[in-house]
């Protein structure tokens, strides 16, 4: 058996020939393996870039990749005990290689097991010298470089092809809880990925479940634009929820994506409508207040009384303001103004009924004065006399004094634009209308093409099967559908498919939907009595569509595709205290939001081609390790380099391989094969023009 030395003799390649902070070039030994090293314990292949080295010093070893590999021209090597050196002075090849230091390995003595544990660490503590001597690594020291033994690694998601396949695994604490960006060409295995990492967790999280759960408690929620995920998780069965727009198959577990509009809070209304900060803008918001602090429950009869009151004393307000000719001029304006009157004593009696005390007695007052007003000025055949300024005057005082007597349940309830309260939202358009008429006449021209844009988008039968008001819908059953009740049972996977969803609204919806999530797990925490948060995960595929880089990254959200940017920003900033983890899938990393990408800590890189996307995720890793990234364009399908939070060094990984039901719908068309006739594609356009249209052909 040999000895500790004599092992680690075995394991020599070469000595440190020179050094630098980022570098350290080596002098391969005359005898060290050529392509298969035997000496481990086990066939590796070395030398080979990328693979890993080691260089024991006081701190233990500084762990590095090989960078570069050459021959070099030099004087014939002196060799210990022998005399031909000075005979023979020609040129000599020697093999050389650059090396990168990314770590240090050291090892511990775990006396219960009475065994050695090496531990990676990120950072060299020391470098170096020149004639220190380089070592191949033994398979257990690969192992606890790439993590493959730590407690804490419970995924695993691949192996390593530069570290005689040990298994990659991940913690999915620092993978979901940090933010990960799975970035990638079409055609590199990114899909499959996203896929894999959500199926090969809940895959660990079941077989470490405690005693008496039946299923993982996880929740991740899928915004997919594409349709690609529908079928990535049918196995599992009612732990998957599946949301297209209607019509939708019920008998294969289809639900029916409903985002009711009066979910949307003021920020997102204004953006989808277009409305601008002048007039629109303000009106907008007032009328969201106006329906749906009408529909609030709960609130006080004396404060939905008085918002008819305060409606009424804004319609005189705006007969004041157009002067006399409204209520003394022709006898058309003087018959309106009396039936105005006459509405108003007839509204104050019948709303006296609903108060009682103080305010019925006033609002009893206020119906006998104005009554009395329009008797006094009313002739024959139902036509006025004309009304003088101190009468309006007094009904506006009356009015008024009413207002001044009861709070404003408005108020006092705090509704806000942004409440997600039923509403119908049928009615924001008309009810815009009559806002504008009674604020001023001049304000109804810039109301009117706002109206109309909610009008239309509301009667587009593709958008009111998604955003409608009908089937009726709470709040807790969207909350409960969308992300799961507090039974691990009640579904894990939540896929919102998005293929169907019209593109004028898509980032409205995706935006909607982030922020929904986003605000739930903030409130979960509040309420929770230890302060908990609810773990999720949001994925967002085909990322650069949603939070696209722009030269306004900072200004406001002035349309709906800055919206979405600036919930995901607000995500990326701020969701790991909520429990919301956020994964990111692009094939453009260079055109996604610069926010977004800074605040993702794991990066899974598969094969990256353009010049921009690869300049702009050589900015993402220290300058040590850039060469690991020149392998990106040329990387084969499934094979992607982990860096950053979850892996202290950078890895290169060969991705685990799913089952073909099991991938995502982005594969490659089979052109060929369809040509052929071996693949054939039936066609049946009055079935597919039905589905387009939802009407039926002649």
């Known amino acids: 058996m040999n000895s500790p030395i004599e092992r680690l003799a075995a394991l020599v390649i070469g000595t440190v020939e020179s050094i630098s902070s980022d570098e350290i070039r080596v002098l391969l030994d005359l005898d060290a393996p050529q392509s298969t090293a035997l000496n481990t314990g086990t066939p590796t292949s070395f030398p080979r870039l990328n693979s890993y080295v080691l260089i024991p010093n006081e701190a233990g070893a500084t762990v590095a990749y ?33 090396l990168a230091p990314i770590g240090t390995l050291t090892v511990r003595r775990d006396r219960r097991a009475d065994t050695s544990v090496y531990e990676l660490s990120r950072g060299v503590i020391a470098f170096p010298s020149v004639g220190d001597q380089v070592l191949i690594p033994t398979p257990e020291q690969i192992a606890a470089i790439v993590g493959a033994k730590d407690k804490d690694r419970r995924v695993r998601i691949g192996s390593s092809p530069l570290a005689a396949d040990t298994s990659i695994m991940v913690d999915p604490d620092k993978i979901f809880g ?11 295995g990114k899909s499959c990925s996203v896929a894999g990492l959500i199926r090969w967790s809940l895959e660990a999280a079941q077989e470490a479940l ?50 009711p509009a009066w979910l949307w809070n003021g920020h997102e209304w204004t953006a989808v409508s277009f409305a601008r900060p002048g007039a629109q803008r303000p009106l907008l918001l007032q009328a969201l207040r106006d329906l749906k602090s009408g529909n609030l429950e709960g609130m006080p009869p004396e404060a ?35 039936e105005l009157l006459d509405n108003i004593a007839t509204d104050c009696d019948d709303l006296s009924a609903r108060i009682a005390g103080d305010p019925q007695a006033l609002l009893t007052d206020i119906a006998s004065s104005v009554r009395d007003i329009a008797n006094n000025r009313r002739g024959n055949n139902g036509w006025f006399n004309s ?33 997600p309260i039923p509403f119908d939202v049928d009615m924001l358009s008309d009810h815009l209308e009559r806002i504008a008429a009674t604020e001023g006449a001049g304000l109804a021209g810039f109301i009117s093409t706002l109206g109309m844009r909610i009008r239309g988008m509301m009667a587009d039968p593709r958008l009111g099967q998604v955003v409608g008001s009908e089937p009726t819908l709470t709040l ?12 691990s049972a009640n579904g894990q996977v939540a896929i919102i498919d998005l293929s169907l969803v019209p593109s004028e609204i898509i980032h409205v919806v995706v ?9 739930a797990l903030q409130r979960y925490r509040r309420l929770h009595p230890q302060g908990r948060p609810l773990p999720t995960t949001l994925v967002l595929e085909e990322a650069h569509s949603f939070v696209r880089r722009g030269a306004n990254d900072e200004g406001p959200a002035e349309n709906p595709a800055q919206l979405c940017r600036e919930i995901f920003e607000k995500i990326a900033r701020e969701g790991r205290k909520f429990g919301l983890g956020l994964m990111l899938s692009s094939q453009r990393p260079s055109e996604l939001s610069s926010t977004i990408l800074a605040q993702c800590n794991t990066f899974l890189l598969h094969r990256i081609v353009n010049d921009l996307d690869q300049a702009l995720v050589a900015r993402l890793v220290p300058d040590n390790v850039a060469g690991l990234l020149k392998e990106l364009p040329s990387l084969p399908s499934r094979q992607a380099v982990l860096l950053g939070w979850a892996t202290p060094i950078p890895l290169l990984v060969e991705m685990e391989e799913l089952a073909e039901v099991h991938r995502p719908r982005s594969s490659d068309p089979d052109f060929w094969e369809v040509w052929t006739g071996k693949k054939p594609r039936a066609i049946d356009w009055p079935s597919l023009v039905k589905d387009w249209t939802g009407l039926s052909q002649a």
């Not at 940090?178 to 590199?188: D, E, I, K, Q, Y």
């Not at 002067?323 to 304006?333: D, N």
């Not at 309006?392 to 806000?416: P, W, Y």
């Not at 807790?476 to 039974?487: F, K, P």
């Open 66 to 98: 090989v960078t570069w590999i050459g021959i070099e021209r030099s004087p014939y090597p002196k060799r210990s005990g022998l005399k031909d050196f000075g005979l023979i002075d020609l040129p000599f090849p020697l093999r050389k290689m650059a």
């Open 178 to 188: 940090r933010h990960v960006a799975v970035l990638g060409n079409t055609g590199s």
């Open 210 to 259: 405690e005693e008496g759960m039946q299923a993982p408690n996880a929740r991740f929620v899928i915004l997919d634009p594409n349709g690609e995920y529908a079928r990535a998780f049918e196995d599992r069965g009612d732990k998957v929820r599946l949301f297209r727009v209607p019509p939708v198959n019920a008998e294969v577990g289809e639900r029916p994506l409903r985002l």
């Open 304 to 338: 939905l009384v008085r918002r008819h009151v305060h409606s009424y004393r804004l319609l005189v307000d705006a007969l004041l303001s157009r002067g006399p000719a409204s209520f003394a001029g022709e006898p058309g304006p003087r018959r309106q103004c009396g």
């Open 387 to 419: 009304f003088t300024v101190q009468e309006i005057e007094s009904v506006q005082t009356s009015l008024q004094s009413f207002l001044d007597a009861v709070a404003d349940g408005l108020v006092a309830a705090q509704v806000t634009e942004d409440a």
């Open 476 to 487: 807790d059953a969207w909350l409960n559908d969308l992300i799961g009740s507090d039974a």
């Open 511 to 519: 935006a909607v939907l982030a922020r929904l999530v986003f605000e």
